[in-house]
């Protein structure tokens, strides 16, 4: 079942998918941490584009964490779902509870993945937002919610394997939706890779900083 050797070779074979925007202006690479991080510096690095991480916490509701009520994303970007909130009648107390502690974790982990950096302008820009694989398409959903409220030109949602029920939904909500494999007998993500071992906090830093020192180079030279 596994067609890519580990997420970098996933990420070298999306690259090529996405040639057409190689070396074009107003473009950012986003990635999904961690897992999308790897898959989404070798795009980077091929398109000869910027590479940040867009952070996504999910908002549970109060007596179920699983069920989702809305999310807070990198950039200070909060989406509520009022028609699951007004039907449950959740409490703005609740939310406002909820929301603190989901944007704490998510400024922990700016902190670890992105240390001081100024989160980028992404008004005008063209976004191309990466995850190593989609199963639901909820979390891509809430990624693609929150750059909205940034005004960037145009959403490209990239990855190398996705749901054929996710990849449709998507398509209707970012304006093009790239995937190697798009698969209608879809039973997780890691049975596409024959490496799908856990990409670490660490892994992530080293990538975002050696993207970082190649952006410098290239505005150098």
């Not at 890519?4 to 986003?30: K, M, S, Y």
């Not at 995850?131 to 940034?150: E, N, V, Y």
Request: glycine share 6%; hydrophobic share 40%; charged share 25%.
């Amino acid at each position: 079942m596994d067609q890519f050797t580990n997420r970098r070779e996933a990420g070298q074979q999306l690259a090529r998918a996405l040639t057409a925007h190689a070396d074009r202006p107003n473009t950012i690479v986003l990635a999904l941490p961690r897992g999308g991080v790897p898959v989404a510096y070798e795009v980077a690095a091929s398109l000869h584009t910027p590479l940040d991480v867009l952070i996504v916490r999910k908002l549970g509701a109060p007596w179920n964490e699983e069920f989702a009520i809305g999310a807070v994303a990198s950039g200070g970007t909060c989406v509520l779902d009022t028609a699951p909130i007004r039907q449950l009648r959740i409490a703005r107390t609740d939310i406002e509870e909820i929301v603190a502690r989901e944007v704490q974790e998510l400024e922990r982990r700016e902190r670890v993945y992105r240390g001081r950096q100024p989160w980028p302008v992404l008004r005008d820009q063209t976004v191309i937002l990466i995850d190593d694989g989609i199963a639901t398409g909820a979390t891509m959903t809430a990624a693609i919610g929150a750059l909205r409220q940034q005004s960037p030109g145009r959403i490209i949602v990239a990855t190398p394997i996705t749901s054929t029920i996710a990849y449709h939904a998507l398509q209707r909500i970012a304006d093009e939706c790239v995937a190697l494999i798009v698969s209608d007998s879809f039973h997780g993500v890691g049975m596409y890779y024959r490496d799908f071992s856990q990409t670490t906090d660490e892994e992530v830093q080293t990538l975002l900083e050696r993207a970082e020192r190649r952006t410098t180079h290239q505005h150098v030279s």
